[in-house]
C-alpha cells in the first residue's frame, strides 16, 4: 500500500500521521474529509501492540497442560499482532524485530505444548519463558529451545521470513522504480526517491498512479537489488524446506534463516557489505 502519511483535516484542520494511528478518520472530528501534506511512500505497518501480562498471571502457576480458559484467547491475541504488523513503515524498511518473531513463536509453541502427551519441566519452562519475554522482544537462546519444542521455533522462522521476504521484494521494486524514474526524468540519483504528488482525494489510504517514495542509506542503491533478489530466491527454498518439515528442524537451522533475512534487510537499507556477507556466510553454512 502506498499512502500519504501525514494527514489534515478538511472540516477542523487537525494534522495527524496515519503512520503512527493506522486510522483514516480524523481523531479531532471524526471527518474521513482529509488532505495529505507529504509524498506518498509504500507502507505495510500498522501500529501494534502486544501486552501479554495478563496470560502471564493466569498461566505461571500452570502445571501439566495448559489451562482450557485463556488459551484461545491467547492465540487470537497473538494472531492480531501478527496480522498487523508489516516490515515498511512510511517508506523506510524494518528490521525483522524480536517481538514479532517471539509471537511468532509463542503462537507455534502453545499449539506443539498442546499436543504434548505428557509435558515435561523442560517444556513448560521454555514455554513460560517464551510468554515472559514475548512482548519485549526476548525469546530464549537457541540452546534452550527444548528438543519437542523445535517444531514452534522452526515453523515461525519459516513464516517469519516468508512476511519478511515478500515485504523485502515490494520495497526493492519501489527501489527500482524510483531509479528508473530518475533516470528517466534526467535527475541525479538521491536517497529519497521522492516525485512530484498530483491532486490528492478524500480517501486518505490509496494513492494514484504516482511514483511511490522509499528511502535508503548510502550510495548507490540500485546495485543491492539484484544481490539480494538472488539470495532471497536460496532463502525461499529453505524457508520452503523448512515449512515441509512442519518446523522440524534444529533450532539453529531456525535461527540462521531469521538472521539471513534481517542480514539481507540491514544490506538493503545501509549498503552495508558485512551484512550481505553475513547472509552469503549463513547461507553456506547451511548448505554445507
Known amino acids: 500500500m502506498k499512502v500519504r502519511g501525514e494527514r489534515e483535516c478538511r472540516e477542523c484542520e487537525t494534522r495527524w500521521s496515519y503512520y503512527e494511528t493506522g486510522r483514516v478518520e480524523c481523531p479531532g472530528c471524526g471527518s474521513l474529509r482529509s488532505v495529505g501534506v507529504d509524498d ?34 491467547l492465540k487470537t491475541d497473538l494472531r492480531e499482532y501478527v496480522r498487523k504488523r508489516g516490515f515498511i513503515r512510511g517508506g523506510e524498511l524494518l528490521p ?6 517471539a509471537a ?9 505444548y498442546d499436543r504434548l502427551r505428557d509435558p515435561a519441566d523442560p517444556d513448560r519452562e521454555y514455554l513460560l ?5 514475548a512482548d519485549d522482544g526476548d525469546r530464549p537462546a537457541t540452546g534452550d529451545v527444548p528438543e519437542r519444542l523445535r517444531e514452534a521455533r522452526g515453523m515461525a522462522a519459516a513464516r517469519a521470513v516468508d512476511e519478511y521476504r515478500s515485504d523485502l521484494l515490494a520495497f526493492l521494486d519501489e527501489l527500482a522504480e524510483g531509479i528508473e524514474n530518475d533516470i528517466e526524468a534526467d535527475t541525479p540519483a538521491s536517497v529519497d526517491f521522492d516525485t512530484p504528488t498530483v491532486a490528492d482525494s478524500d480517501i486518505p489510504t490509496v494513492a494514484d498512479s504516482d511514483t511511490p517514495t522509499v528511502s535508503v542509506d548510502g550510495g548507490d542503491p ?13 532463502l525461499r527454498d529453505r524457508a520452503k524446506r523448512v515449512e515441509a518439515l512442519n518446523g522440524d528442524v534444529p533450532a539453529a537451522d531456525a535461527d540462521a534463516l531469521v538472521d539471513v ?28
Not at 44 to 73: I, K, N
Not at 129 to 133: Q, R, T, W
Request: negative net charge; glycine residues 8%.
Open 129 to 133: 519463558n517464551l510468554l515472559a519475554g
Open 261 to 288: 533475512a534481517d542480514a539481507l534487510g540491514e544490506y538493503v537499507r545501509t549498503g552495508s557489505d558485512a551484512a550481505i556477507e553475513r547472509a552469503r556466510a549463513r547461507l553456506a553454512d547451511r548448505d554445507a
Open 104 to 112: 511468532r513463536e509463542l503462537l507455534e509453541a502453545v499449539d506443539c
Open 96 to 101: 525483522l524485530d524480536g517481538t514479532y518473531l
Open 222 to 234: 540500485g546495485s543491492r537489488i539484484d544481490p539480494t533478489k538472488e539470495l532471497l530466491e536460496r
Open 40 to 73: 506518498r511512500t509504500a507502507h505495510t505497518d500498522a501500529p501494534a501492540s502486544l501486552d501479554l501480562s495478563a496470560y502471564r498471571t493466569q498461566f505461571g502457576e500452570a502445571r501439566g497442560t495448559l489451562p482450557v480458559d485463556g488459551v484461545d484467547e
